[in-house]
């Protein structure tokens, strides 16, 4: 029966690039988008001729050679890469040309992408569904006028009806591994012939062909050396929070293509104590979010075309939507609640070195209203609420690595050879392969001396230099009994990593004051001359250089900081320790392409939103000197005893001050005594001097 629909299906579709009866000026649109559907129809019947998925390295996509890869890939992706500005997957394009009629057209153009993964998995439900979709949208506009309303009803029904199944494939990617696509990749194909990177359907650049060939250079101890860093940190995290890994049986990968080898070896590892890998594919519709780096991913092929669909869900999201999605998600982890259950939490690869990115704000773009973003944070707490009560954040841990992307020898405005720029990057990676393995008993030691002072303190005061107005003062949890209890975390290398940093989560009444950074990046985005303001602990007024219109600069910090909430509150206050760090970024100019993950190493920093204790405050946590973190809360968190859905908000982003930016930070005593921690840039608590030598050193 479904094969039949998909025949049935694609052959009217194969009929609109010979008799095309739209209205004229919808005409090119259907064709455009008919051709592209056509042409990835003839991708999956190479594969999938029967309809039935095999092995995904031994297939005929797998036997393709580079020339077949690359034409492929050129048909699925070219208009993104290289034709955005006339294409109909740009919303302004779409406005210029198709009227009223642009947001429906356009958001189907930007859905229809996501069939690429459809076609390259042999997904046939969901590539027939995708056909019909079109095809029942283009019966809509065969009458002048086309019959708009019908054609939104046909699309909000789509997910609608079909939501079940779309959050049953999500659940199952997370907490089941059997027959996993990506798995299979990974183990079995052969990873010295770089055609295996396009048997994944996802985008490939200069970055991943660079990265796979770079990682087939290096020998298996250094491969295997960089697993063990990325598992044992994994591991570790359960030991030092005192959770069982015995229980678990899975473990969710994240990684970006090009590091297969890298993960071949994490698997093996994981295996040994027992983890099988679970691994999705980076979102590519409106229904997970376009744009979204988790799961299997590659480096963006148009990050303005992800910033311009991000809220394509929109044309569809209500409250009956929602309330049926989140019925949908309970369902699908009730019947898969034991596999929930024995899930241990996320091992997660990121990449850094892109260059920063400030987007374009669109006006013709789709984006939430003021009542669908309301719906959007109840969304993210309602299905945050629902996956720890099958997945206990009590009981799951996760581990976080970053390595470099060949992008990030490529500075904007210097011109390099292709030797001089590998050479560089090499350089870059082997740098970033140390501080991720720094040795974390020296740091041990090092952050214990800057703990002792800060539990000293009621307040600490933070002030910026060289133009940074940064003048915070940050309330910090008083200690019972100081011999047994700390407020601050001695983080090393384990879940987080790299090395280096000190936190805590700041008691939110009494935290007041202005953060300022002059540049930084931010989930992806950079965000210039960027301020806000806290009143005991939350945000209460923000603004960034990004755009000449303020305004906008408020709109661009709501949606991608506080993530549609009114405010959010300082879930965090750290101070990172990993100089060297900070001098890599220096000495290799490359400190603005450095990930949060490293970045917040590199010094102060403040997180908004949940704090670093989420879902798992009622576990207790020591330091390695045998002291209980108690500052594990704060009013918010607090409020899960009553109503779990007022207490947490399901995002943490952290902003980091640079050194050189950075005039003092000074732990002030209940009697008002002081002592500073850092003194225009520099460590300067007894025992913390080897801290500085990174920062000292000459270039």
Known sequence: MLKERHELVSGRIREILTDNPVPERYRDYFFNQADFLMRAEAIFQKAWQDGNAGSVTDDALSQRSMEECVADHEAMYAALRDHYDTSWLNPEVCEKHLGDAARVLGFLAAELRSGIACVFEGRL???????????????????????????????????????????????????????????????????SDLTYLYRYGLPVGENELQTAAFLNQLSQEQIQAMADTYTEGYRIGFEV?????????????????????????????????????????EPSSSFGGIGAKRGAYSTSVNRQYDYDHREDRALYFDKAFLENRLTCLENAYTDHKEEALQHGGPA??????????????????????????????????????????????????????????????????????????????????????????????????????????????????????????????????????????????????????????????PVLEGTNGLLHVSEVFLNGLQFRDLKMQFTDGFVTAYSCGNFEDPKEGEKYIHENVLMHHETLPMGEFAIGTNTTAYRMGRDYGIAHKLPILIAEKTGPHFAVGDTCYSHAED?????????????????????????????????????????????????????????????????????????????????
């Open 241 to 281: 929070t005192g959770k069982d890994l015995s229980k678990k049986k899975t473990v969710s990968l994240h990684y970006c293509i090009g590091f297969e080898r890298m993960m071949r070896a994490a698997i093996q590892d994981f295996r040994k104590i027992g983890l099988e890998p679970t691994i999705a594919r």
């Open 348 to 505: 997660v690869l990121e990449v850094f070195g892109e260059e920063p990115f400030s987007p374009e704000t669109k006006p013709s773009a789709i984006r939430f209203s003021e009542a669908q973003q309301k719906l959007s944070v109840y969304q993210m707490s309602r299905a945050g609420e629902i996956t720890n009560r099958f997945i206990p954040g009590e009981e799951r841990s996760f581990t976080i690595i970053a390595y470099p992307i060949p992008e990030i020898a490529r500075d904007a405005g210097i011109t390099r050879s292709e030797e001089e720029a590998g050479k560089r990057f090499e350089q870059i990676f082997a740098e970033t392969v140390k501080i991720n393995t720094l040795d974390y008993k020296t740091y041990q030691k090092i952050q214990q001396c800057i703990i002792d002072v800060l539990d000293t303190a009621q307040t600490v005061e933070i002030k910026g230099k060289n133009g940074n107005e940064t003048d915070l003062t940050v309330s910090i949890r008083p200690l019972a009994d100081p011999e047994k209890q700390t407020a601050f975390e001695n983080c090393v290398a384990d879940v987080n990593i790299p090395v280096g940093e000190v936190f805590t989560s």
């Open 125 to 191: 439900f969901e590539w027939t569904i995708l056909l019909e979709l079109f095809a029942e949208i283009y019966g809509c506009f065969l009458e002048d006028p086309a019959d708009l309303q019908e054609a939104q009803q046909t699309i909000y029904w789509h997910f609608h009806d079909y939501t079940a199944d779309f959050i049953e494939t999500q659940v199952k990617n997370l907490v089941c591994p059997a027959d996993n696509f990506f798995t299979d990749i990974i183990m079995h194909a052969d990873l």
């Open 619 to 699: 576990t207790a946590v020591y330091n390695p000197d045998g002291k209980e973190i108690i500052a594990r809360d704060n009013t918010v968190s607090l409020k899960r005893k009553e109503n779990v859905q007022e207490a947490y908000f399901n995002c943490h982003t952290d902003i980091t001050i640079p050194f050189e930016e950075l005039g003092s930070i000074t732990a002030v005593a209940k009697d008002g005594s002081r002592q500073d921690v850092i003194r225009d840039g520099m460590f300067v608590i007894p025992g913390t001097e080897e801290l500085n030598l990174p920062l000292t050193a000459s270039e």
